[in-house]
């Protein structure tokens, strides 16, 4: 196939966008796209171009007194139906169009298009964002590149749907374990039933008020869901064990261990099993790039509601924010789209932002 992304395509974002969902890129295949991605970044001559398995770093070195970072990962969810892309009137349909290779084309519009930007840029096209995070291209190059990630200030052009979403929430997923006794249902008495047991781990479940918190005037909602429920082994056998898995979004101001602990409390007397966790991310708006960014976007910022990978980058001391052209409420969807306005009006935020440079 040839490569798609040729020197007119990549002046325009929305031909640019249409072009890029067009690249099939399903997590774990994505030596197609970042090969295209990689050739034509070669040959601008502003950029120095890598590459880490599938994940292409560009970056510019021009002496400027900060560095921001643009990410945006180049795999989908698995086609369903939405492939190849299709044009409706103002929206643009396909596997990724939202979440998010719109966001990928404004960032490879700027990377081909902007030679003498205000800031040193690194753009990051990364792999395996939608799978486990073992294959996650950003942790890859936190291993093993972590150069790539020295920055003042980062982007995260995830579907935010052109509002700039501050931080993130931290994730996490537990096993809460019910112990009974066994018996045969002919003699349930000699038993304790581990599953109507779990009726009080529900019942704390659904009294349970998750927090509500404000930090930098964005609001992060809380939760505390059960999502899975297992029990039970055989038709006539009083089971005697029962769990049930949660999953808690907290607020970026508490930590990991503090959200465990939190678990902990809200579930004594109950043996909890951490099956994994994330962090959460500040808003960190107090950088200077990113006061220059809320500028030039004009809007107030809100809290991201979910875990990207600006946590990453908060990890690393580096604020990040979220923004991109796309609907989140579209991620993964059969129908997902793309308003075209949106794409336009993103790379005009993101052009008016890094072009400020005087000469």
Known sequence: MANPLSEDVLVDPVVLTRALVDVPSVSRNESAIADFVAEVLRTAPHLSVDRLGNTVMARTDLGREQRVVLAGHLDTVPLNGNFPSTVVDDLIYGCGASDMKSGVALALHLAATLPD???DITYLFYEAEEIDSQHNGLRHVAEQRPEWLVADFAVLLEPTYG????GCQGT?????HVGGRRAHTARAWRGI??????GEVLRRLDDYRPRTVTIDGCTYREGLNAVRISGG????VVPDECTVQVNMRFAPDRTEKQALEHLH???AGYEVELIDSAPGAMPGLDAAPAREFLAAVGEAPAAKLGWTDVARFAALGVPALNYGPGDPLLAHAPDEHVEIGKIRDGAATLHRWLASYAI
């Not at 509002?163 to 501050?166: F, G, K, L, Q, R």
Request: glycine residues 4%.
């Open 163 to 166: 509002v700039v979403e501050a």
């Open 233 to 236: 082994v055989a038709g006539n």
């Open 193 to 198: 039933n581990a599953i109507h047991a779990a």
């Open 265 to 267: 409390e809200v579930f």
């Open 117 to 119: 930007p205000a800031y």
């Open 172 to 176: 996490l997923q537990a096993s809460v």
